[in-house]
């Protein structure tokens, strides 16, 4: 992966790691690996704050970047023992949970323990970063943290390190930023007003306003209102609130809209089951049960929606948030504490398939963390509805091994040209070089094998990872009325 400093040279990136260990094979990947590693970035499935890019922020001190923000970082060391306010994550609880507000004693409690990401893929997403980013040339240790910390501080303070001065050298042709439905998108229009706005897009994420049970609901829907300029009295205002927002969206450039639901349920409600459900929700009488239900009728309605609009439909279910309710009281969401459950695709997308499976106006990017599926129904799914894509590994599996069992499970019954490229889904800004890193390197061990197997020509090979890094996910997320 790299190689260490214990030799008395300067810590460095090994210009062969994440390729095959077999040696033809690695030479084959090699080949392959050259033909995409300076293309550009096309990240369309992103959470970076675009206020941050507007302003075109620094990024404080080290552990504001690294560690802090970092729900992966920081579920390791909770499993080791630590508390989230170890680690400087800000408490939310009205108990007075005094979180550790001293960013050098956070960052050192982080390199003391350096060890524990061995073989994972934070490993290597922060080793890059550190390294090809931000030039520092020790492995952290108790030894080296503070000399770390101090090279850290003083490089991010500089102007060539800032967002957009990165956002060039990373070589990033388009981000996709995570938006709600009631955003003004205002900082999207000045970003535009930049000459931005074909780099920086945004995206429509409803989940809230889909989930009637819960707390925010009714204050979402007073949002969704306002913003829209139409007042919701029942279902079907609602509705077209929603449809203005999505077609605001669509005019500021987005290309696609994103759902994280728990479960992959499409089944439609008759229109009065679904306002009589709304009503009852708006006097605070739901139960779980029909809230689930109609969450379920919203993807439906979503991907009627996306007929006029031309968004691109995201689905990313199967992920129990908060597992931890003491966590989630203390500290608030995006933790480390959401954990994966098995899901099913096959019979919960088929109304929604059935109703616009087949029609050239649709798209629908499929996402999983439960990699059982793969195989027995995404691949399938994706292998013949011409509106279905599959997303790349996602969350627990954009990892070396994640991403090699992926192309395992689902080339042969999908191919490569149904799938939609890489997807990075990160809101840590500095690591998005490395993920698409990764996952070129990890391709390419793939193609090499086909190739060494005598299954691929080196030039194919070649094609099809150019496509997978860059073509694909522009054609995947291209506007569907474009």
Known sequence: MSKASTTGTAWSLDPDRALPAEPRQRDIARAVYRATAELPIV??????????????????????????????????????????????????????????????????????????????????????????????????????????????????????????????????????????????????????????????????????????????????????????????????????????????????????????????????????????????????????????????????????????????????????RNHSDANFTAFGADTGFDIPIPIEFTRSLRPLLEEFGLDPRFRMILFTIDEDVYSRELAPLAGVYPSVRLGAPWWFLDSPGGMARFRDLVTETAGFYNTSGFVDDTRAFASIPARHDLARRVDAGYLAKLVAEHRLGLDEAVETAIDLAYNLPLQSYARRDS
């Open 43 to 320: 990240s369309m499935h992103g959470h970076v704050a675009v206020e941050a890019i507007l302003d075109n922020q620094s990024f404080g001190d080290p552990a504001e970047l690294f560690v802090i923000p970092d729900h992966y970082l920081v579920r390791m060391l909770v499993s080791q023992g630590y508390s989230p306010a170890d680690l400087g994550v800000p408490a939310v609880d009205a108990s007075g949970t005094a979180s550790e507000t001293d960013h050098r004693k956070i960052w050192r409690l982080f390199c003391e323990n350096w060890k524990l990401f061995r073989g994972t893929p934070t490993r290597y997403w922060i080793e890059h970063a550190l390294i090809d980013v931000f030039g520092v040339t020790h492995v952290p240790s108790s030894e080296h943290a503070d000399e770390i910390y101090d090279h850290l501080l003083a490089t991010l303070a500089l102007p060539e390190f800032h967002i957009r001065s990165l956002f060039d050298r990373f070589n990033i042709e388009i981000l996709s930023t995570t938006d709600a439905p009631e955003s003004d998108l205002a900082a999207h229009a000045a970003l535009a007003a930049d000459g931005w706005g074909e780099r920086v897009v945004p995206t429509f994420r409803p989940d809230a306003l889909f989930y009637p049970h819960h707390a925010t609901w009714r204050d979402g829907i007073g949002r969704l209102s306002a913003r829209s300029g139409i007042e919701i009295t029942g279902y079907e205002s609602y509705l077209d609130a929603l449809r203005k927002r999505r077609f605001a969206f669509a005019e500021a450039g987005a290309r696609a809209s994103d759902h994280g639901h728990l479960l992959a349920d499409t089944t439609p409600l008759a229109a009065a089951d679904a306002g009589r459900i709304f009503d009852a929700a708006r006097r605070g009488q739901i139960s779980q049960g029909e809230s689930h239900a109609f969450a379920a009728n919203m993807l439906f309605e979503t991907a009627r929606m996306s007929l006029d609009d031309g968004l691109v439909m995201q689905l990313h279910p199967g992920v129990l």
